[in-house]
């Protein structure tokens, strides 16, 4: 993960690190009580949001380059922030718990306000992200893929379609090509989608996909292999 300055970010125990690999310094945001669990930053904007975790979990908005916090947002979930994503356009921040249920929130985190919620997934979740138009989310878990339709204060889920010849195993990570969906999966196969329809399988590992980027040109995968 990168600072909006080119920075590499990435946190241990309840700091933050950002490290000008040419210089060889090393920053820290430090104003997390517990063990950070999850972080997430808005490419444009270059915002940073980190989640920890303790009884009553806090998600903390922030500039990595002044370190100033702009919003600390806390009340919904309980024992850990599992994931944070930013909605395209930066306003909105979704974020998806360590209870039971895997809740998911969405917030206007310039105002603090949960905007939607609703109680996720039982199995084990590895990954959310909101689509590139920021009206849906894609949601990654053991066994499950679920696409969710924001309306309003409506969160509402279709899960994937997988025909006969996908494996169900783990779906770890996803990313964009345009308005489909690619997912990574535990045996080292990205799965692309239309809508909803699982629409073409390649196998890009021979291990584990751990990350999925995308950027204009296509996708970066990285893997266990």
């Known amino acids: 993960m990168y600072a909006p300055d080119g920075d590499a970010m990435w946190f241990t125990g309840s700091i933050v690190v950002i490290m000008n690999q040419k210089r060889r310094s ?12 999850s972080m997430a930053v808005h490419r444009e904007s ?14 903390r908005v922030w500039n990595p380059l002044t370190f100033e916090t ?8 309980r ?6 994503a930013f909605s ?3 306003k909105n921040l979704v974020s998806v718990g360590f209870d039971k249920f895997h809740s998911v929130a969405i917030y206007n985190w310039q105002s603090g306000s949960v905007t939607s919620y609703t ?23 053991n066994e499950m893929i679920r696409f969710w339709e924001i309306n309003g204060k409506n969160i509402l889920f279709q899960d994937a379609l997988l025909g006969g010849r996908a494996k169900m195993q783990g779906f770890l ?22 809508g909803r329809q699982l629409d073409a399988m390649t196998l890009a590992h021979n291990s584990c996909v751990n990350c999925v980027s995308h ?10 292999d």
């Open 26 to 37: 090393q920053r820290f945001y430090s104003e997390h009580s517990s063990t950070i669990t």
């Open 46 to 59: 270059g915002v940073v949001a980190s989640g920890d975790r303790q009884e009553v979990p806090v998600i």
């Open 70 to 77: 702009h919003a600390v947002l806390t009340g919904f979930h």
């Open 79 to 84: 024992r850990a922030v599992a994931h944070l």
């Open 88 to 90: 395209p356009d930066g």
């Open 119 to 141: 109680r996720g997934m039982q199995m084990k979740s590895f990954y959310i992200d909101y689509n590139p138009s920021g009206d849906q989310l894609i949601q990654c878990g």
């Open 173 to 194: 990570c996803g990313a964009w090509i345009g308005n489909n969906a690619v997912v990574g999966t535990a045996d080292g196969t990205l799965y692309r989608f239309v």
């Open 215 to 224: 950027s204009s040109d296509g996708i970066v995968t990285a893997g266990a």
